[in-house]
């Protein structure tokens, strides 16, 4: 019988775990899903990057698939579910807008979603920590939105919600990393008319420029 390479040695004593190894080791983890995937990301590989020996990151993580769990915990972990609740649908588009126009956030998606069928953990990890508080809060607004007749009476916003998230993955395959958060909204923007939004006001947002040098 073979040994899984993967699998963690015999643990034995040794020194209190650091926070700072730990965050190297979470964010290493993070970084090589996102320019490797899944199917090149290794313990091993890991380590490396993080600086630390595979037996570091064994006292901490029993095996890949548990480390990739708690790096999505982690990478969320300054979510605060107070921030979803916006006052209407121009600043809900803003919002997906402004994720929706980082690199990094995108590519993070797009593996997450790469993992559906090879490591479901990291996707149901993701949706319990972050999609489905974000899922809510969309059916939130566009209730809103029918309520104050921004939306027709008839839509669904279950359904509703479904055909932006649908329409978010679609433009994380179609569109390029480098789009601008203007473009992101004015993308969903359309797709709500589409469904019969009637009027959203144009969100304050300071031209793809200027937003660069802002920052």
């Known amino acids: 019988m073979t040994s899984?390479?993967?699998?963690?040695?015999?643990?034995?004593?040794?020194?209190?775990?650091s926070r700072a190894a730990d965050e190297a080791?979470?964010?290493?983890?993070?970084?090589?899903?996102?320019?490797?995937?899944?199917?090149?990301?290794?313990?091993?590989?890991?380590?490396?990057?993080a600086g630390v020996t595979r037996a570091t990151v064994y006292r901490r993580f029993p095996n890949l698939t548990e480390l990739l769990v708690r790096a999505i915990e982690w990478e969320y972990r300054n979510t605060d579910p107070e921030a979803l609740n916006w006052p209407d649908v121009s600043a809900m588009v803003s919002d997906w807008a402004d994720q929706l126009s980082e690199p990094r956030a995108r590519r993070l998606i797009r593996r997450l979603y790469g993992t559906l069928d090879d490591l479901p953990e990291?996707?149901?990890?993701?949706?319990s920590v972050h999609g489905s508080h974000r899922g809510r809060a969309v059916r939130?607004?566009?209730?809103?939105?029918r309520a104050t007749g921004q939306l027709p009476p008839h839509s669904e916003?279950?359904?509703?919600?479904?055909?932006?998230?649908?329409?978010?993955?679609?433009h994380l395959a179609a569109?390029?990393?480098?789009?601008?958060?203007?473009?992101?909204?004015?993308?969903?923007?359309?797709?709500?008319?589409?469904?019969?939004?009637?009027?959203?006001?144009?969100?304050?947002?300071?031209?793809?420029?200027?937003?660069?040098?802002?920052?």
Not at 140 to 145: G, I, M, N, Q, Y
Not at 157 to 170: C, F, I, K, R
């Open 4 to 17: 899984d390479p993967e699998a963690a040695p015999p643990r034995t004593p040794g020194r209190p775990r």
């Open 157 to 170: 916003p279950e359904t509703l919600q479904q055909v932006l998230s649908g329409a978010a993955l679609q």
């Open 140 to 145: 939130d607004v566009l209730k809103r939105a």
């Open 122 to 127: 990291l996707l149901r990890t993701y949706d």
């Open 175 to 215: 569109y390029p990393d480098t789009i601008s958060a203007q473009d992101v909204e004015a993308y969903f923007l359309t797709i709500l008319r589409q469904a019969g939004l009637a009027a959203a006001t144009p969100s304050c947002r300071p031209s793809p420029s200027r937003r660069g040098t802002e920052r």
């Open 25 to 49: 080791i979470l964010t290493a983890a993070l970084e090589s899903l996102i320019e490797r995937g899944i199917a090149w990301t290794s313990i091993e590989q890991i380590a490396r990057r």
